[in-house]
T-cell receptor, first 112, second 112 residues
């Protein structure tokens, strides 16, 4: 079993839809959770960073962490064609120089 | 300045060549990373430098040789690579007590 599981999609939605992206994990020691957006042939761009359980909102993006269920989500409201990208969840046990555990990424297409 | 830069953007090399990839950040981050990413896969950690010292080497073949000349620079020296080493090579950095890794745009490497 992989440490981080993420549905690879692909996921296609119409413009303006609410998108829900999810990851599950098995390691209860994970405390730091990130979502990255990666456009084709580019480096990952950090979208959201959360510590422990709870919600965090930034514009159209909301990140949720439920440590009891070992489940994290990223919601995108009013999705735009420019949101079309691969979304990677990532998590780690501690701060500092250490390994990030990535999900496999979900490829999202927002259709105009 | 919240940017990680990488040069070159593209590199084509033969199996007998020696080349180097370069990464630079001026955010004062003290941890820097090399990742390898194949198409439709998440980034795969290769090396971590913390305070200019190699702290993690994920059993990478010796044909990849990292170097951290100072706290802002990270190099990856390449020698006698194989065609299966063709990938996007990503550099990242993180600083302070935080865990967000900021990625560069990557170098797309093709080994002929």
């Amino acid at each position: 079993q992989k440490e981080v599981e993420q549905d690879p999609g692909p996921l296609s939605v119409p413009e303006g839809a609410i998108v829900s992206l999810n990851c599950t994990y098995s390691n209860s020691a994970f405390q730091y959770f990130m979502w990255y957006r990666q456009y084709s042939r580019k480096g990952p761009e950090l979208l959201m960073y959360t510590y422990s359980s709870g919600n965090k909102e930034d514009g159209r993006f909301t990140a949720q962490v439920d440590k009891s269920s070992k489940y994290i989500s990223l919601f995108i409201r009013d999705s735009q064609p420019s949101d079309s990208a691969t979304y990677l969840c990532a998590m780690s046990e501690q701060t500092g120089a250490n390994n990030l555990f990535f999900g496999t990424g979900t490829r999202l297409t927002v259709i105009p | 300045d919240t940017e990680v830069t990488q040069t070159p953007k593209h590199l084509v090399m033969g199996m007998t060549n020696k080349k180097s990839l370069k990464c630079e950040q001026h955010m004062g981050h003290r941890a820097m990373y090399w990742y390898k990413q194949k198409a439709k896969k998440p980034p795969e950690l290769m090396f971590v430098y913390s305070y200019e010292k190699l702290s993690i080497n994920e059993s990478v073949p010796s044909r990849f040789s990292p170097e951290c000349p100072n706290s802002s620079l990270l190099n990856l020296h390449l020698h006698a690579l194989q065609p299966e080493d063709s990938a996007l090579y990503l550099c990242a950095s993180t600083g302070g007590g935080y865990n967000e890794q900021f990625f560069g745009p990557g170098t797309r490497l093709t080994v002929l």
